[in-house]
């Protein structure tokens, strides 16, 4: 018996030395697959921060302005000769010579036809804007000499940020050695400060880059989600109630959801290319419009409002349903009184992504010339306007240097706005959603 047995022994533990070894070798594999999906995420933290990082770096200088004071004399003889006071002749009035009359009175030495051209270089245009607004407040200026604090153009904001060289050769440069020593002697008596670029936030878009904003842009992609919104929302909700709920399980709905899931990942350009055939060159309506704008991202953002939609309906637990018809409630009564509201949740965290996704777009904007040069404000449907990606897009494609941190810092602006509205999805998601 003994002899019998042995074998028997030495096979069982050679089966369980193999399979403690399999289990090894699993337990093995399923650390090093854990390990891989960590290292996943911090190779992509690290890019996240790397490219965060970066647009800081870049941007955050566009969010401060220098200044420089300037006594100016507000000689009624240039602004006001006839004395009438009379807001036309103020507004039109030459400011610009009292600028450069300022600018002429504190550097005397500053007698040649170019040093005077790269004197009155180094202060914005908008200190003519700004010397105007004082006057046409105040009138009973005139005829004193007041301090104004001047912006400074783009190159002579860029030396007091630091992006300028002084050690390299002055023809390598954007500003010469008595442009640096007119801005240096301004700063050592006192009068240059770096403020808060409120202009960033509150005007248009400009040739110049210090006076170059977000707001017109910030206000074009507002008109255009209000349109891609009501447009889009109701026609999304209304198709997955449908397709979900009362739509028949035969081979025409079969065909409409492998279109409408197909449409979801068609490349944005194509909604822009069906914007301008239809929209524009059919319809005509306005060019470069938020109305089109709107629509040509309705169009584009439907298919994915319709999977939310109906991926909300469908996560509604039969039982409701049963329930409604059960006490006698009509279909369409247990759609709108039950299962919509119960779904709504869901349907409103798929359209803010949805409405994320179209604030990012720029493709079909280009489109339909939403890329043209708009200075001033929308005030309508109708306005010429462009969006905020847009305007990074033309931002970028500018040459001036200062233009590279206005696209830093537009590109962080935007960045912040789909955080938000990501947030805001998660925050509707993680309140109203209901576990069955």
Known sequence: MTDLAAPVSSTATRTEVSQARQLRRRYAAERRFRLYG???????????????????????????????????????????????????????????????DALLARFPEASGRRDRRALTSLISTGAVDELRRLVLDDPERLGTTTALWAPLSDDADSFFKGRVDTTTAENTRRLTDKQIAWLQEFDAEGKVERRFNVRFFTSGDSREPELAGIWGATVGSFLTLIVTLVTAFPLGVATAVYLEEFAPKN??????????????????????????????????????????????????????????????????????????????????????????????????????????????????????????????????????????????????????????????????????????????????????????
């Open 38 to 100: 960590l290292a996943a995420i911090v190779v992509a933290l690290v890019a996240l921060l790397v490219l965060l990082g970066s647009m800081v770096g870049r941007g955050y200088g566009a969010f401060s302005q220098s200044f420089a004071a300037l006594e100016i004399h507000l000689d009624p003889e240039v602004i006001d000769p006839e004395g009438s006071r009379d807001s036309e002749v103020l507004l039109r009035a030459d400011y610009g010579k009292l600028v450069r």
């Open 251 to 436: 081979r025409w709905t079969q065909v409409i959801e492998v279109n409408i899931n197909n449409l979801a990942a068609v490349p944005s350009i194509v909604f822009g290319l069906l914007g301008l055939a239809v929209f524009l060159n059919v319809m005509e309506l306005p060019r470069s419009a938020p109305l089109v704008g709107g629509l040509v991202l309705a169009l584009m953002t439907l298919p994915t409002l319709i999977i939310a939609g109906r991926s909300a309906l469908l996560a509604v637990p039969p039982s409701i349903r049963e329930a409604a018809l059960g006490v006698g409630a009509s279909k369409v009564q247990m759609v709108t009184h039950h299962v919509l509201p119960l779904a709504m949740p869901g349907i409103l965290t798929g359209t803010i992504i949805g409405m994320a996704r179209a604030l990012g777009e720029t493709a079909p904007l280009l489109m339909i010339g939403m890329v043209a040069f708009i200075v001033d404000i929308p005030r309508g449907l109708n306005d010429p306007a462009t969006a905020l990606p847009v305007q990074i897009f033309l931002w970028a494609d500018s040459p001036e240097r200062a233009f590279v941190e206005k696209t830093a810092a537009a590109t962080l602006v935007l960045l912040g706005f789909l955080i938000a509205m990501n947030g805001l999805a998660v925050v509707l998601r993680k309140r109203f959603e209901k576990r069955w």
